[in-house]
């Protein structure tokens, strides 16, 4: 199974910082990389697919970029509504694989 | 508007059996794949089955192989998870999630269904 791993697992930041959350995975994906927001109680909703594409709505605050293995996920610029889990997943090879999560806190 | 609803969890006892069902409107269902995705509590993420528009090509996670069964009912915009043989650490929200065009990604979600398994 192709292993997915996120750093940090949490941190905390300030509304107005710029904050990048990193996904490794254990091989080659290509750019079959996803990220997800989770917010505390609610279903996840899909952000960023294919590493860099921006899904339908989503503002363009966030940001993906990478390819192969090291994927990066970026917010310009936190706002309130931001502070949530986010999940990256590869979509390359089944079992479909999420890492393990981020979860941004407020400072 | 896509819209996803889960339905038929509960509590159910170790080695019991449950069906989830999963109703979409919004789109054209019979032309997407399907998944389903469990969160157990307090956890991550965890991908359990994916079934093609068609229901030709199905996939499974190995920690449910075997037990769970996924299907879809194209008539009736629907998708099932007959699940077998229930265990404790099956005990999570279940989500239904569109596989989306493309190169792949679970585009939107319904709202998930508690399972809970315990004696």
């Known amino acids: 199974d192709i292993q997915m791993t996120q750093s940090p697992s949490s941190l905390s930041a300030s509304v107005g910082d710029r904050v990048t959350i990193t996904c490794r995975a254990s091989?080659?994906?290509?750019?079959?990389l996803n990220w997800y927001q989770q917010r505390p109680g609610e279903a996840p909703n899909l952000l960023i697919y294919?590493?860099?594409s921006l899904h339908s709505g989503v503002p363009s605050r966030f940001s993906g970029s990478g390819s192969g293995t090291d994927f990066t996920l970026t917010f310009s610029s936190l706002q309130p509504e931001d502070f949530a889990t986010y999940y990256c997943?590869?979509?390359?090879?089944?079992?479909?694989?999420f890492g393990q999560g981020t979860k941004v806190e407020i400072k | 508007e896509v819209q996803l609803v889960e339905s038929g969890g509960g509590l159910e006892q170790p080695g019991g059996s449950l069906r989830l069902s999963c109703a979409a409107s919004?789109?054209?269902?019979?032309?997407?794949?399907m998944n389903w995705v469990r969160q157990a509590p307090g956890k991550g993420l965890e991908w359990v089955s994916y079934?093609?528009?068609?229901?030709?090509?199905?996939y499974y996670a190995d920690s449910v192989k075997g037990r769970f069964t996924i299907s879809r009912d194209n008539a009736k915009n629907s998708l099932y998870l007959q699940m077998n043989s229930l265990r404790d650490e099956d005990t999570a929200v279940y989500y239904c999630?569109?596989?989306?065009?493309?190169?792949?990604?679970?585009?939107?979600w319904g709202q998930g269904t508690l399972v809970t398994v315990s004696s």
């Open positions: 999630a569109r596989y989306g065009s493309g190169i792949g990604s679970f585009d939107y």
């Open positions: 079934i093609s528009s068609t229901s030709s090509t199905i």
């Open positions: 919004g789109f054209t269902f019979n032309y997407y794949s």
């Open positions: 091989q080659n994906i290509n750019n079959y």
């Open positions: 997943q590869q979509t390359y090879r089944t079992p479909w694989t």
């Open positions: 294919a590493a860099s």
